[in-house]
């Protein structure tokens, strides 16, 4: 059975940090592509970041700079570590493993940027 449980989010308060965690099961981890996806209020879900199972990243724009994803292929996680972060940064934040046609997610955390 494949899962993917999040953990790490909270409340924050601006310019501060938060480091997100994935832990997967159920499929060879290492072989998937991971991203973390982001939907905030009243807004479509959006992509993250990427890592591939060789720890090769990507980034949107929007966190180009402040975000770091990384992977622990021996213990089947993935981590967003999130510093500098603004009150647009609020949102419910997701894993999703991918390996064409195949694609999973987990159930969301989240993330509340707030003074």
């Known amino acids: 059975q494949v899962q993917l449980v999040e953990s790490g989010g909270g409340l924050v308060q601006p310019g501060g940090s938060l480091k997100l965690s994935c832990a997967a099961s159920?499929?060879?981890?290492?072989?998937?592509?991971m991203r973390w996806y982001r939907q905030g209020p009243r807004k479509e879900r959006e992509w993250v970041a990427t890592?591939?199972?060789?720890?090769?990243?990507n980034y949107a724009d929007s966190v180009r700079g402040r975000f770091t994803i990384s992977r622990d292929n021996a213990k089947n996680t993935v981590f967003l570590q999130m510093n500098s972060l603004k009150p647009d940064d609020t949102a419910v934040y997701y894993c999703?493993?991918?390996?064409?046609?195949?694609?999973?997610w987990g159930q969301g955390i989240q993330v509340t940027v707030s003074s």
């Open positions: 159920g499929f060879i981890f290492s072989s998937y592509q």
């Open positions: 890592i591939t199972g060789a720890g090769a990243t």
């Open positions: 999703n493993a991918l390996r064409n046609p195949l694609s999973y």
